[in-house]
Each structure stands twice: as structure tokens, then as C-alpha cells.
């Protein structure tokens, strides 16, 4: 029987809570919750597991290797049940049909698993395909009724509706040997000195670093051009250029110390990602809206929980 099955699951909620906020007078006004109150549930929880989950410091509280290793195995598991519990009888969850969603290589980095989990619970009878590619491409296939959703960059096209959902901003990205920090910026005009791994596609990132040198009349040097991420990030990661992506795309390189990044500045350039259909979408209304409440209530949690590091784009307000 897993840790879900031992004890009081509000009890690891509250948990969770409290080591994401670091303290628990924080974590009481998030939940609406009595300080002593929510204090009480923590030590009843280090009653029921025989270990001390939490240091008390000055600033608040910070995990044991004990809340740590609790933190690592209950979280996803967790939520899982939650989101089962909420869609337990939905009519949605009745829906057999397949969904094909498209994500970008950057996005899918972060957002792929924990988007498929949460969809699998709601539509259980559902099959999910998932395609990765380039804006372009993912809008020429939502237009041919290839793909029914997908996460892609602004295009000025009236057959899609389109819906912001996060800003994410772009760094300069280079070897372990670069020298990059994450404290010290880079200025725009600097990106003129160093071999580039760009983007083969014209539009999203390498359409705003080209118009941000033309109206500086600067020239970018491409000494790469692929619209595989992979290939981009072992390009840099051997040596042959710099990139310029946001982080989410290369946050296990980075943990791992095969890239460095540096904020990129003068200006700061960022990637906007919204989801988009088309107006002929052959999906069930209420199943194309909860799709994509799932996407955005993703897309949300793990900005906030900082795994992807993006800003949520508040929701379209609807015309009056």
C-alpha cells in the first residue's frame, strides 16, 4: 500500500503546501486556514509517519531529508487522485473518440506527461496522440483537421481561435565551457559576435531575433539552422554555436551542467505560446472546453510551482 493509503490525504496537501511556500504562515493564508490549526495537521502527520518533515528557522521552514523524500513520492501521486475524484461520473468521461494535440519542441519538454496524465484521467476512454512540431507546421495540420488542439506562437490567421496562455522569456544558451551566468546578462548587440544555432523556421524565435537586428542593423551569424531541439541543444552543448531559447526547453542540460544560460537584455526578447483551434473543430463544445481549461490549469501549476519557468497570460475576457 503506497503513502496515499497510510494517512490523512488533506494532511499531505497541507504538507506540500507549506514546503512550496517555505513557511507555514504563508501556507495558511493560501489555504484559509488557522495557523495553529494547520501547525496542528503537520505535527499529526510527523505523528503518523515517525519522522520530523520540516526545520524551523528564522524565515520559516525548510524540508528534512525525510520532507524531502516525502515530497519527491507524494506529489504527483497526490494529484493524480485528486484529478480522478473530480472527474469520477463526469458525462465528459464517457466521450470515445480520439484527440490529436500538437506542442511545441520547447513546450513539450515541460508540459507533454503531466498534460497526458491530467487528460488521461478526465477522458478515460479517449485516445491521445501528440504531435511536436513548428508552429507552421502544427497550423498546417490544424487547418487540414490533422490536429485538434495545439500550444503555437501568435500567427495572423482568422480561421484559428487562438488563446494566449504564457510568456515565456529567452536566454542565451552555450556550452558547459561558455562561461554564461545566470547573473550576469547579455546584451542584444553581443549575439552579433557569436556562431548561432537558430531555428530553421522563419517565424517565432528566429523571426524576433532577425527584426530585432534589422532595426538594429546588426547581422546575425547562423552557423546552424534546426528546427530539432535535440540537435540544437547538442549542436551547443559540443561547442559549435550559442542558442537562444527559453528555458524550459533546455532546463535538464542546464541541471545537468552541459549548457549554460545567461538572460538575454537590451532588449529582453520573449516567446509567446497560446492554444489555438480551428473554426470547423469537430469536437463536442463541452469537451473542446475542458481540454482546454486542462491545458491552462497545467500550464498553471507548473509555472507556479516553478518547473516551467513562464509567466500565465490572464484568460480572454468575452466580448459583452
Given at each position: 500500500m503506497g503513502i496515499l493509503g497510510l494517512v490523512d490525504?488533506?494532511?499531505?496537501?497541507?504538507?506540500?503546501?507549506?514546503?512550496?511556500?517555505?513557511s507555514i504562515n504563508k501556507a495558511a493564508s493560501v489555504l484559509g486556514i488557522a495557523q495553529p490549526a494547520l501547525s496542528r495537521q503537520i505535527r499529526l502527520l510527523e505523528e503518523d509517519l515517525g519522522v520530523t518533515l520540516f526545520h524551523r528557522t528564522a524565515r520559516g521552514v525548510r524540508l528534512t531529508e525525510d520532507g524531502e523524500r516525502l515530497r519527491a513520492t507524494t506529489a504527483s501521486p497526490l494529484r493524480q487522485l485528486e484529478l480522478a475524484m473530480r472527474y469520477v461520473g463526469s458525462p465528459l468521461a464517457r466521450i470515445e473518440r480520439g484527440l490529436h494535440v500538437g506542442l511545441p519542441a520547447t513546450a513539450a519538454c515541460v508540459l507533454a506527461m503531466p498534460l497526458l496524465d491530467s487528460l488521461s484521467l478526465a477522458f478515460p476512454k479517449v485516445e491521445f496522440r501528440v504531435s511536436v512540431a513548428t508552429t507552421a507546421e502544427l497550423v498546417a495540420e490544424m487547418l487540414q483537421g490533422v490536429v485538434?488542439?495545439?500550444?503555437?506562437?501568435?500567427?495572423?490567421?482568422?480561421?484559428l481561435f487562438y488563446?494566449?496562455?504564457?510568456?515565456?522569456?529567452?536566454?542565451v544558451i552555450g556550452p558547459a565551457t561558455s562561461g554564461l551566468r545566470p547573473d550576469q546578462?547579455?546584451?542584444?548587440?553581443?549575439?552579433?559576435a557569436l556562431p548561432l544555432v537558430l531555428p530553421g523556421s522563419q517565424t517565432g524565435i528566429r523571426a524576433?531575433?532577425?527584426?530585432?537586428?534589422?532595426?538594429?542593423?546588426?547581422?546575425l551569424r547562423c552557423t546552424f539552422a534546426t528546427d530539432a531541439l535535440q540537435v540544437a541543444k547538442d549542436l551547443i552543448a559540443a561547442g559549435r554555436g550559442y542558442g537562444v531559447l527559453p528555458l524550459s526547453a533546455c532546463a535538464?542540460?542546464?541541471?545537468?551542467?552541459?549548457?549554460?544560460?545567461a538572460p538575454l537584455r537590451e532588449p529582453a526578447l520573449t516567446q509567446q505560446l497560446g492554444?489555438?483551434?480551428?473554426?470547423?473543430?469537430?469536437?463536442?463544445?463541452?469537451?473542446?472546453?475542458?481540454?482546454?481549461?486542462?491545458?491552462?490549469e497545467e500550464a498553471t501549476r507548473l509555472v507556479e510551482s516553478g518547473v516551467w519557468r513562464?509567466?500565465?497570460s490572464p484568460p480572454a475576457t468575452p466580448p459583452r
Open positions: 490525504t488533506h494532511r499531505l496537501r497541507y504538507f506540500l503546501r507549506i514546503a512550496d511556500e517555505g485538434d488542439i495545439a500550444l503555437i506562437e501568435p500567427v495572423p490567421d482568422g480561421r488563446a494566449d496562455l504564457v510568456v515565456e522569456d529567452l536566454a546578462p547579455v546584451d542584444f548587440t553581443e549575439l552579433a524576433s531575433l532577425e527584426n530585432t537586428a534589422l532595426r538594429r542593423k546588426l547581422t535538464a542540460e542546464i541541471e545537468a551542467k552541459r549548457l549554460r544560460h492554444t489555438a483551434v480551428t473554426g470547423h473543430l469537430e469536437l463536442p463544445r463541452g469537451f473542446a472546453i475542458r481540454v482546454s481549461e486542462i491545458i491552462r513562464a509567466r500565465i
